[in-house]
């Protein structure tokens, strides 16, 4: 066992920590919900860090945090499936890279600025290339840009077939656990720096032991949901592990959402304070995969068959 | 990042359950349904934890010359896991083994390793903790238990309570205080049991029989010589014992036994097909999960040798959710098992999820803890 961030890893989240740091430097706030910052896109791609899955020394743990990592930025990319199933499982499709996982109708998160579609079914998994003229666009109410396939039949004729449809969903709930960890984590970071500064009835709130043991609680449920998702990507982890992983990250985003909101009080209800850039993702993130009820059966399911 | 145990780790877990298979009884289970603060637990663990120590199973973790094998940190830690996973059958003395045993090594004079530590890795000694008064429970340096200097000895006065295990213990590990006030002054004290001076009374409680007493202690004269380290500097070896203590309990592992138990029961009654129940365990299980990987974190820090922090409060936070998320599924589902024997194992696990949340540092103390050390939340 070794629990923590190995030299090789420390040195490619300096990469990450550079990337994001010209992203934060860019940032802008107030506009619409939805956003996508193309050049941090751009910038995680170049910078080689979107491929550590599928090399040796690094492997799907690593994915997994490059994911934590960057998911704790206000900036928003396409990250996990391409750190995380992408390398494993169609490295030949363009990036980025949207997952549907249901009904080929419904609205796809990232499927906007997509040049691929990795489709998920009870039939198997497969993936095919999208452009502009394939999607319409669907207004956000969640904090990632959103789209439909204006004809999914044609888009799905031309889907290729992957090999091993069992480790792509397995790889899929993977990320989206990671991604979890990632949004809630950035959510707690910039409240604890809220109430650290913000002074009412004459001191910090965060003196206030009904904030602090609230937000210590938050903090002890993603530390455990994040260990469990680095866990569910390391050598010799289980489909157990994976959802295990997952529904321990889905089920712990309602009340550390509630949280953060309380605690940023009005400012937090604003487009101009980041703190819905993570919420909002966790809010749908928690859906996925048929939500927290469904990875706890499926659970339930592996463990006592 | 690495999840994977090593082969000498396996083996090591493959030999304490071929012993575990081998040296439980068949009773076991019935004996643990009286508590681990149980006349007959505590009868129990002094066979058992005898055989342990003939096994080489009961200190390893301890240096070869003191009765150990020199083992890991991690394979100290396997031995728990394995321990609760069938119910803690060392009982009382998981105390001596965990931290009692290892602050006598490391800050114990020659007479005092002599006169203790061969009983406790023999599996002969029962020990309690003399730290909480009624006025110093979570506040544990607010004690105000007096030791008075008399010549070569010391005059001790006051009481504990809530103290596990007194009712049968040899020996107490013992704070008291000769000056100041709050973490400057406190001592520690090895005492006997026995000493003249001491009374001792079982308080009926809800986590089995046995567990808690009052102890007071009227002018009991105890030599210098029982004192553990330093006059008035005990306060760093208290903190060197409860890193010990807070992570030495891995209850997760009895959680998740007692969860598959309940499950085999609910097949078997036909109602495992609700999804309700499914969901629910499930959602049980994943907490006993998230208790293990964030224990597991501590464990690996404390491998590599770095200082205790305030991980390990992060940690006991989610230890006591998983003991509460099981303990209610069980409850919820399967009451009627809290009235019959088919599960022995239920009831103590329910009795040491209510305590989980106060023993050793309550859980609010914890999440205090983390709010100040590790999201370095300002104080009030």
Redesign the interface.
């Known amino acids: 066992?070794?629990?923590?961030?190995?030299d090789d890893?420390d040195a490619l989240l300096t990469t990450v920590s550079a990337v994001l740091a010209r992203a934060r430097s860019r940032l802008v706030l107030g506009g619409g919900k939805a956003s996508f910052d193309l050049e941090l896109d751009g910038d995680l791609e170049k910078g080689g860090v979107l491929d550590a899955a599928s090399y040796p020394e690094f492997g799907v743990?690593?994915a997994a945090?490059v994911v934590h990592e960057v998911c704790r930025s206000a900036s928003i990319a396409e990250v996990a499936a391409s750190a995380v199933i992408r390398p494993l499982i169609c490295p030949e499709a363009p990036r980025p890279l949207a997952v549907l996982t249901g009904d080929p109708t419904q609205a796809i998160r990232f499927l906007p600025v997509a040049r691929a579609v990795l489709v998920l079914s009870e039939a198997g998994a497969s993936w095919f290339p999208v452009t502009a003229d394939d999607v319409e666009m669907v207004e956000a109410y969640f904090a990632y840009p959103v789209g439909r396939l204006r004809d999914p039949d044609r888009c799905l004729s031309r889907a290729l077939t992957v090999t091993d449809p069992g480790l792509a969903r397995r790889l899929a709930q993977l990320a989206v656990a990671a991604e979890i960890t990632g949004v809630l984590q950035g959510g707690l970071d910039s409240v604890?720096a809220h109430?650290?500064d913000r002074r009412q009835f004459g001191?910090?709130l965060?003196?206030?032991?009904s904030?602090?043991?609230r937000?210590?609680?938050c903090?002890?449920?993603i530390?455990?949901?994040k260990?469990?998702a680095?866990?569910a990507g390391?050598?010799?982890?289980t489909h157990t592990d994976v959802v295990?992983a997952l529904?321990?990250a889905q089920?712990i985003v309602d009340a550390i959402v509630y949280d953060l909101h309380q605690f940023l009080g009005a400012m937090g209800l604003t487009l101009e304070h980041p703190l819905y850039r993570w919420t909002y993702r966790a809010k749908l993130l928690k859906s996925e995969f048929g939500g927290a009820?469904r990875?706890?059966?499926?659970?339930?399911?592996l463990?006592?068959p | 990042m690495n999840f994977e145990w090593t082969t000498r780790e396996q083996a090591f877990r493959d030999e304490i359950r071929s012993f575990l298979a081998r040296e439980l009884p068949p009773d076991w289970e019935t004996i643990a349904r009286h508590g681990p603060g149980s006349k007959q637990q505590t009868e129990f663990s002094r066979i058992f934890c005898a055989k342990l120590a003939e096994a080489g199973l009961l200190v390893p973790h301890w240096p070869k010359e003191q009765g150990g094998r020199g083992s890991s940190v991690w394979e100290h830690f396997i031995l728990g896991e394995e321990m609760w996973a069938v119910g803690e059958p060392r009982g009382p003395q998981y105390m001596n083994v965990n931290w009692i045993g290892p602050t006598i090594l490391r800050f114990g004079t020659d007479e005092q390793k002599a006169r203790y530590i061969p009983e406790i890795a023999a599996g002969n000694a029962v020990w309690c903790q003399g730290f909480s008064e009624p006025s110093a429970g979570s506040d544990l340096a607010s004690l105000r238990t007096r030791a008075d200097r008399d010549g070569d000895d010391f005059i001790i006065s006051g009481s504990k309570v809530w103290t596990s295990y007194a009712g049968l213990a040899q020996h107490c590990f013992l704070l008291a205080r000769t000056s100041g006030n709050r973490k400057e002054g406190i001592c520690i004290f090895l005492i006997s049991m026995q000493t003249p001076g001491i009374n001792v009374r079982p308080i009926p409680a809800l986590v089995g029989n046995g567990d808690l007493h009052e102890v007071f202690f009227q002018d009991v004269r105890v030599p210098a010589s029982h004192m553990l380290g330093e006059e008035g500097k005990a306060w760093s070896l208290i903190t060197y014992a409860l890193a010990n203590e807070r992570i030495g309990l891995p209850r997760y592992q009895l959680s998740t036994r007692v969860l598959g138990e309940v499950v085999g029961q609910l097949k078997a009654n036909g109602s495992w097909s609700d999804d309700v129940i499914k969901f629910r365990a499930g959602q049980a299980l994943a907490a006993c999960e998230a208790a293990r990987m964030l224990v597991y974190r501590v464990v690996d820090q404390r491998s590599r040798g770095l200082p205790p922090n305030a991980e390990s409060s992060l940690a006991r936070v989610a230890i006591v959710e998983a003991d509460h998320a099981v303990a209610n599924f069980a409850l919820d589902f399967l009451p009627e098992a809290f009235s019959s024997h088919v599960l022995p194992l239920l009831k103590p696990h329910h009795e040491r999820a209510i305590a989980a949340g106060i023993a050793s540092g309550a859980a609010e103390i914890q999440l205090g803890i983390v709010a100040s050390d590790y999201l370095n939340l300002p104080r009030s």
């Not at chain 1, 066992?1 to 190995?6: A, G, P, T, V």
């Not at chain 1, 390391?234 to 982890?237: I, Y």
Request: hydrophobic residues 45%.
């Open positions: 066992m070794f629990l923590d961030i190995s890893q743990s690593t945090l604890t109430v650290t001191r910090p965060g003196t206030f032991q904030v602090q043991h937000l210590a609680a903090a002890s449920k530390a455990a949901a260990w469990l680095f866990k390391g050598a010799g982890a295990t529904a321990s089920t009820s990875s706890h059966r499926e659970l339930a399911e463990t006592w």
